[in-house]
């Protein structure tokens, strides 16, 4: 069955890195974008990244900029979030999720355009960020 | 930037009512590239609605979204009591894809 599975979230110090993983079955990982959302405790839900089906394209909500950054690994079926200089503000759940269609986004100038909305979500990963 | 609103914030109901939902974007969405999700406590959210009026797969047909360019809206026309949860809307059409602050629907 189609699946998404987070790990790698923790208890981390402020200004400390973090690296999330997401491993994806049960469908051709390496056709489909791949986006973070994140929620933290008792808000709603952030958009944080997206990267393309190849990995070729990516882009960040601003409040992530310049901290965050997301990859993956096609021949491993895997999507990460590369986190650093975290702050309390980064508490939350993480969770990976796959647009409904293939391909795509197509981005330019620091921008991405025309994905999907989400239809496969994993169950989320926890990143608590404290002294 | 687009930054999509929600109204109301909380509403109380009863099953049976039947209840829109508001989703006000900023600027003009990209055709209509909206989608609505439902989210229950502990539990990750869940796709109800994409391009802004198509159901997905397995939604029940009480569950129906409409609007385009900045208004867009989700109705549920016979609240059953497992519709009680958090609903935001998402616009996927530029990057950042945010979502709205959410509308919580609580039992009266």
């Known amino acids: 069955q189609v699946q998404l599975v987070e790990s790698g979230g923790g208890v981390v110090q402020p200004g400390r890195s973090l690296r999330l993983s997401c491993v994806a079955s049960g469908f051709s990982f390496s056709q489909y974008a791949m986006n973070w959302v994140r929620q933290a405790p008792g808000r709603g839900l952030e958009w944080v990244a997206v990267?393309?089906?190849?990995?070729?394209?990516?882009d960040n909500a601003d409040s992530v900029k310049g901290r965050f950054a997301i990859s993956r690994d096609n021949s491993k079926n895997t999507l990460y979030l590369q986190m650093t200089s975290l702050s309390v503000e980064d508490t939350g759940i993480y969770y990976c999720?796959?647009?409904?269609?293939?391909?795509?986004?197509?981005?330019?100038?620091?921008?991405?355009?025309?994905?999907?909305?989400?239809?496969?979500w994993g169950q989320g990963t926890t990143v608590t960020v404290s002294s | 930037e687009i930054v999509l609103t929600q109204s109301p914030g909380t509403l109380s109901l009863s099953p049976g009512e039947g209840v829109t939902l508001s989703c006000r974007a900023s600027q003009s969405v990209s055709g209509t590239y909206v989608g609505w999700y439902q989210q229950k406590p502990g539990q990750a959210p869940r796709l109800l609605i994409s391009?802004?009026?198509s159901r997905a797969t397995g939604i029940p047909d009480r569950f129906s979204g409409g609007g385009s360019g900045t208004v867009f809206t989700l109705s549920i026309s016979r609240l059953e009591p497992e519709d009680f949860a958090v609903y935001y809307c998402q616009q996927y059409g530029t990057s950042p894809f945010a979502f709205g602050q959410g509308t919580r629907l609580e039992i009266k």
């Open positions: 999720a796959r647009p409904k269609t293939m391909g795509g986004p197509h981005c330019s100038g620091g921008r991405c355009y025309l994905s999907d909305a989400l239809d496969v």
């Open positions: 990267t393309s089906y190849n990995g070729g394209d990516s």
């Open positions: 391009g802004a009026s």
